[in-house]
């Protein structure tokens, strides 16, 4: 069995039809079985903020309200339907990508709770949060067993799995997550900082443990360039030297939502989805017809809206500094050029982010040299977030029919910093969508202005001195 669990924001709300987000189409785009017979289970969950009225959606998104609870009933869900050969899959999109990020964490730390296990968790849920907190007194102290010590302390996972409470060193084939935002699962809004609403609620978030853990087999994001939004700021994965993870992060251009989806216009949501599906379609069965049909659905959306058809990643681009997040600034990403962030309360250190596995997707490309327009239909696209980049398309050194396509960083080297940012190879599924835009697809897939690489300008230069 494949047990899938997915987080979104968006979807659906109180019976009102809501343009679904990636999180909601990937759920109906996995068919309920393999095409060798085995079930793929799949467990939706709204996001952080996605119920009650405005005022709560607005402050549960934005305060993380709930985080805790979604966690542990998604935790609870595969433990409640895991069984050893089980393949574990789980993806979100904004702070549901964060909530998918932290359920990983907890697998890692406590294994799969068993059925004997499960009626124990509310009190290994709360010795987890605090494990950290030196003043922190146990409600039950007997309970999952007697005398236990701080969850920190190895003994206490051993003993879990001596009493066959939990399966440790359980993998999970892939974490899907599209555009994480806020180190701790909140967008940080500067005056709810100042009135206490999101400290609090951050300081309950700084247990989770969000980064690639080692019984993560494959890791995922898609990230907005285009995002700008202070409050959205993204948070990326590192891998540590002996992390085993395949990891693969990739730029694609728009803000937060183009991303994830929940736009109108749905055109570049489709192609992340397409880029999620297409990495997972070696461990999971899709039904590619249903993609397909979004990708119609996004073509029909311009002819009701009297618009001409847009080309391949020519999709709209909102702004998105308007509302709420507007108050906290706004801030250019910067790929490549992250750092570290301190769990304990969310802020960036100095300390550079290093082997990120950050790629540029080959829609970014297409959007800038093809003439793609900026930020609300307005001008031409030329990202902010690759200001410092340039786009360079080179011949390879082993004389491959393809060249080479990468960013290099036009800055001083600084120690910790990528220099280049490749290109993201298409995948077969990629490709389909592109079948729909001939010409795009023959400069996507055959980029002209190939140029030599130095080296081997170089090597021909002292030939002809010779």
Not at 79 to 99: C, K, L, M, Q, V
Not at 158 to 183: C, H
Not at 299 to 306: M, R, V
Not at 337 to 362: F, M, Q, S, W
Request: aromatic residues 10%; hydrophobic residues 35%; glycine residues 10%.
């Amino acid at each position: 069995m494949a047990s899938t669990w997915l987080d979104s924001d968006s979807g659906s709300l109180k019976g009102a039809l809501a343009i679904p987000s990636n999180i909601t189409r990937l759920s109906r785009a996995i068919r309920s079985q393999s095409s060798d017979g085995i079930p793929q289970v799949v467990y939706y969950h709204f996001g952080v903020g996605a119920g009650g009225g405005l005022f709560d959606r607005l402050l549960g998104g934005a305060t993380g309200g709930g985080l805790a609870e979604i966690v542990r009933e998604g935790y609870q869900f595969i433990s409640t339907n895991w069984i050893r050969g089980d393949e574990i899959f789980i993806f979100g999109f904004s702070r549901g990508a964060y909530t998918a990020r932290a359920i990983a964490g907890l697998i890692g730390e406590v294994g799969v709770l068993t059925r004997e296990g499960l009626p124990f968790l509310p009190e290994i849920f709360r010795d987890v949060q605090h494990q950290h907190d030196p003043n922190y007194t146990p409600k039950h102290p007997d309970i999952p067993f007697r005398d236990k010590p701080s969850f920190s302390d190895p003994a206490y996972r051993q003993e879990l799995q001596r009493r066959r409470l939990t399966s440790l060193t359980v993998p999970i084939k892939v974490v899907g997550v599209f555009d994480t935002v806020g180190a701790l699962g909140t967008p940080k809004i500067g005056w709810l900082e100042r009135v206490g609403l999101q400290s609090s609620a951050m300081k309950e978030m700084t247990f989770y443990d969000t980064s690639l853990s080692n019984c993560i087999e494959f890791a995922f994001q898609a990230l907005a360039l285009d995002e700008r939004r202070y409050a959205f700021q993204p948070t990326l994965w590192e891998k540590f030297p002996d992390n085993d993870t395949v990891l693969r992060q990739v730029w694609f251009p728009g803000a937060h939502s183009n991303i994830g989806g929940g736009y109108d216009d749905q055109q570049i949501a489709t192609i992340t989805l397409a880029w999620m599906m297409a990495q997972c379609q070696p461990f999971l069965d899709f039904d590619i017809d249903y993609l397909l049909d979004q990708w119609e659905d996004a073509e029909e959306f311009y002819e009701k809206q009297h618009e001409k058809g847009k080309q391949w990643s020519f999709g709209k681009i909102l702004d998105g500094m308007a509302g709420i997040y507007a108050l906290g600034g706004m801030k250019v990403r910067s790929p490549g050029r992250y750092c570290a962030v301190d769990p304990t309360n969310g802020k960036e250190t100095h300390d550079p982010l290093e082997d990120t596995h950050e790629y540029i997707h080959p829609c970014v490309r297409a959007r800038v040299k093809l003439g793609g327009p900026g930020i609300n239909d307005r001008g031409r696209y030329e990202p902010k977030a690759l200001r410092d980049w340039k786009l360079m398309i080179e011949a390879r050194d082993d004389g491959g029919k393809w060249p080479d396509v990468f960013w290099r960083s036009r800055l001083r080297p600084e120690e910790g910093f990528v220099k280049i940012l490749p290109e993201a190879p298409l995948k077969a599924l990629e490709t389909e969508l592109l079948q729909y835009d001939p010409e795009t697809r023959d400069y996507v897939l055959r980029p002209s202005g190939v140029r030599q690489r130095r080296s081997t300008r170089d090597k021909s230069r002292r030939r002809e001195d010779e």
